[in-house]
């Protein structure tokens, strides 16, 4: 992928991430995307050896869209409705529609719940949840390993963080 174009992907997303925890944000006001947390390097290598695995960086993500169902979930009822999902579909929408245009237009729309609810039941599962964000997961890790070592070092995962800052910090169109 062109260079450029990926940032704005990545950038796309650590925006919607970091904006989720500006003081005023609710917790139901944050992406729609069912992962889209900011990690911390501490959550992500896990055994503090210097190295985010594959395994360790995706159970990381996996806890963070995890706590993200429970907060969305303020009947406590184990499942989403569409009514517990649409106020963070219309954040995640606002945000989209402000982020620079080379971020939005290489950025996925926010999934519809009908998408999320993969048998149609009404209700998504903690289970229908992560599985519809799985290849978001999975092709976020593969972009932060940079050097395709399977691993995240502390320095691909600062340099990412540092690359997605300086994209926001330009102006659209620029
Ligand atoms: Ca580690
Ligand atoms: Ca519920
Ligand atoms: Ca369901």
Do not use: C
Not at 29 to 40: G, I, V
């Amino acid at each position: 992928m062109n260079t450029r174009l990926h940032t704005a992907v990545m950038a796309a997303t650590f925006l919607v991430t970091t904006a989720a925890s500006t003081a005023n944000a609710e917790p139901a006001a944050e992406s729609a995307a069912t992962d889209r947390q900011q990690l911390a390097w501490s959550a992500v290598d896990a055994d503090g050896n210097g190295e985010a695995t594959r395994t360790e960086f995706q159970a990381a993500q996996v806890r963070a869209a995890t706590q993200r169902f429970r907060r969305l979930d303020k009947d406590a009822s184990g499942t989403l409705s569409p009514a517990e999902y649409a106020p963070a579909l219309a954040e995640a929408k606002e945000r989209r529609s402000r982020l620079p245009w080379i971020a939005r237009r290489r950025m996925p729309e926010a999934p519809s719940f009908e998408t999320i609810d993969a048998d149609r039941d009404g209700g998504t599962t903690l289970k229908e949840w992560l599985a519809s964000s799985e290849k978001r997961r999975a092709k976020m890790f593969e972009r932060i390993d940079d050097d395709d070592s399977g691993s995240v070092s502390r320095q691909e995962f600062d340099e990412w963080q540092a690359k997605m800052k300086r994209f926001l910090g330009r102006r659209s169109g620029q």
